[in-house]
């Protein structure tokens, strides 16, 4: 059939590494963070600290750092109607008897960062760090379960209006420089020149119905670059004791905007509900547009506290050379110490994201409709609130200069409301247990650092019990709602985000610091 009137598309999640614990992402890469629970920002002893505590690069020596992590996430959904029932695709089909669940590509997530130091009092950092927690997401078209006859049949998955394909990247190169004040007070900052890009998909729906009907869907797609995110960090690092460091650090960063290229597929499911091939690779049915509009996410402002107690050891040797050079100014804790414990307090404004803003050009007509225009409004209300957490971690050096052994956890708070939870990102309460080593080599005017870790990390669930608030677009302006706001025009007249949704991350870290 040919769809009289059609809608664009739900907006995109960025795959980004946001950092802490915002909604953007799971807490820090870095393969040492990783493995002590995240709790780093008072310890902050390798290069990485030219973004994560750039006042703590003064206390390093010069030193070139490497390091990935293999992400496996898994995300699932089971989505309900506002009576709490499985939903059906459309009308005269069974609804799925299990949540679906998305094919998610291992990710690797690699950083690199560097520092040198200038003066005994100044050092210089670059860091460059990537994804961490999202990447690659597929959301299936259509699942394969039994119909009325208990055949299997290919029917159109309920997750479709929410998510089909994201990809996004936003990476944060920056360059930050460290002073000491005083052997026991450094301060440092950091410039950061975000690049970000993105690629969405989801069904929109032509006419909207009280119930879904796969009959009236259209794929929409947009992908565009942000290639200028500015933003920056702050830092101190003191020592009011010996034995104690005291780390803070913020995060500022301006919103990812971008224009998009628009790209819709209309007539998506034949009238069985399986994907009609030939007929949403006919050109007639496919409308592309170049700057066809304007995608705005904030990023949230971020905060984090930390204290540190590092024993020292009876048996030192004393400082390697490359330390005794500066003559206390640098500290090494495989050198100096038995153990370190740390607890740190996060905290990130994710209440700044009351949406995900898209807004289109007038007019844009598409392409296998009789008259279907894209909608101006394409926000999708998100609701976040801020989100605190604590992290606790520690190291303890089995073999100084050699061989040292940590572990930590974390715990971050629900993040977002259940009525408006959504596919893009997963603001349950998150918590995490990790561990992770050491082995040092080289000789007494460098060395090498290769590190190890692991974290699992637990997602609680959001779940509303089929009372969503999140509608897709549509091609009909009337939704039932009496609220005169224009972002309820053109949207479906039932909630797409109705149901529970669960998700799991664990991560493999390797990397190597080489200090010279």
């Given amino acids: 059939m040919k769809i009289r009137s059609v809608a664009a598309l739900l907006p995109a999640l960025i795959a980004v590494d946001a950092r802490a614990d915002s909604g953007l992402d799971s807490p820090e890469a ?3 963070q990783v493995g002590r629970g995240s709790a780093w920002v008072a310890r902050a002893d390798d290069p990485t600290a030219a973004f994560y505590n750039p006042a703590a690069m003064v206390t390093q020596p010069h030193g070139v750092h490497l390091g990935a992590h293999l992400l496996i996430r898994q995300h699932c959904m089971e989505r309900l109607d506002e009576n709490g029932q499985p939903v059906s695709p459309g009308p005269g089909t069974l609804a799925p008897p299990d949540e679906v669940c998305a094919d998610i590509l291992p990710l690797p997530n690699p950083q690199v960062a560097g520092s040198i130091r200038l003066h005994r009092h100044v050092a210089l950092g670059l860091a460059v760090v990537a994804p961490h927690g999202h990447g690659l997401t597929e959301w299936p078209a259509t699942i394969t379960y039994p119909n009325s006859r208990g055949f299997d049949q290919e029917l159109p998955a309920p997750t479709r209006y929410l998510a089909l394909e994201s990809q996004g990247l936003l990476l944060y190169p920056t360059v930050s420089l460290g002073v000491a004040i005083l052997k026991e007070l450094s301060l440092g900052a950091g410039f950061i020149w975000g690049v970000a890009s993105v690629k969405f998909a989801a ?8 119930q879904d009907n796969f009959d009236t869907d259209v794929r929409a797609q947009i ?3 942000d290639g200028f995110v500015p933003g920056f960090v702050v830092s101190a690092l003191g020592a009011p004791h010996e034995r104690v460091d005291i780390g803070a650090w913020f995060k500022w960063m301006d919103a990812v905007r971008m224009d998009v290229d628009l790209h819709t597929q209309a007539n998506y499911y ?9 007929a949403i690779a006919d050109p007639q049915n496919n409308t592309k547009v170049n700057d066809a509009g304007r995608f705005k996410l904030p990023i949230p402002m971020e905060a984090r506290l930390g204290v540190r107690y590092h024993h020292p050891r009876d048996d030192t040797r004393g400082p390697q ?10 500290r090494d804790a495989m050198t100096e110490d038995l153990f370190d414990v740390e607890v740190d307090f996060t905290w990130a404004h994710n209440s700044a994201v009351d949406a995900v803003e898209l807004r289109f050009q007038p007019n844009i007509f598409i392409n296998g409709t009789s008259a279907g225009i894209v909608p101006e409004n394409g926000d999708v209300p998100h609701n976040w609130t801020d989100v605190f957490g604590a992290r606790l ?3 303890f050096v089995i073999i100084p ?9 974390f715990f971050e708070s629900q993040g977002a409301d259940d009525q408006y939870m959504n596919l893009d990102f997963h603001l349950g309460w998150r918590a995490g247990a990790s561990a992770g080593a050491t082995v040092r080599l080289g000789g007494p005017g460098f060395h090498v650092d290769l590190s190890l870790a692991y974290q699992h990390t637990f997602f609680g669930s959001l779940d509303n019990g089929g009372q969503g608030g999140v509608r897709a677009l549509s091609g009909d302006r009337t939704t039932g709602s009496t609220t005169p706001d ?5 949207r479906s007249i039932n909630f797409k985000n109705g149901g529970r949704t669960t998700s799991m991350l664990d991560e493999i870290a390797l990397g190597a610091t080489f200090r010279f």
Wanted: glycine share 18%; net charge negative.
């Fill in 223 to 225: 992908d565009g670059v």
């Fill in 401 to 409: 200069d050699f061989v040292a052994v940590r572990a930590g956890g």
């Fill in 270 to 278: 034949d009238g069985s509900g399986a994907v009609d091939e030939d």
């Fill in 203 to 210: 069904m929109a729906e032509a006419v909207s119905q009280p």
């Fill in 30 to 32: 870095g393969v040492v």
């Fill in 393 to 395: 971690g520690g190291e």
């Fill in 321 to 330: 050379e490359m330390f005794k050079r500066d003559d206390g100014w640098m």
């Fill in 486 to 490: 224009p972002s309820d025009d053109f």
